[in-house]
């Protein structure tokens, strides 16, 4: 059942992403409904990292002692300052590690 799942969700999600992608599709969104899927993937990845970084333990934790909202925080600063996918991923998976395994 939960690999008849997997393979439609695969399915429904590959046809919806041929669809607009394939160049050769007649099928064109207007500049309303483009301007508006600009937002779908902040929010996707904003859902998807939010409770992870603030509610590791199945609740709020904000605190100075919460190696998630540390190293979020320091992936934030790292990629606004040098915008370095790469470095801003390894230094903040650093010290992910560092301050979960201390």
Known sequence: MIFTAIIAMTLVVFASR???????????LNPKAQRFLRYASPAVLTSIWAPIV????????????????I????AALIAWKTKNVLLTTLVSLGLFLLL???
């Open 71 to 74: 190293a979020a925080m320091a």
């Open 54 to 69: 603030f509610m590791p333990e199945n609740s709020v934790w904000l605190s100075p002692h919460n190696p998630y909202l």
């Open 18 to 28: 041929y669809l607009f992608l394939e160049p050769r599709l007649p099928i064109r």
């Open 100 to 102: 979960k395994l201390s």
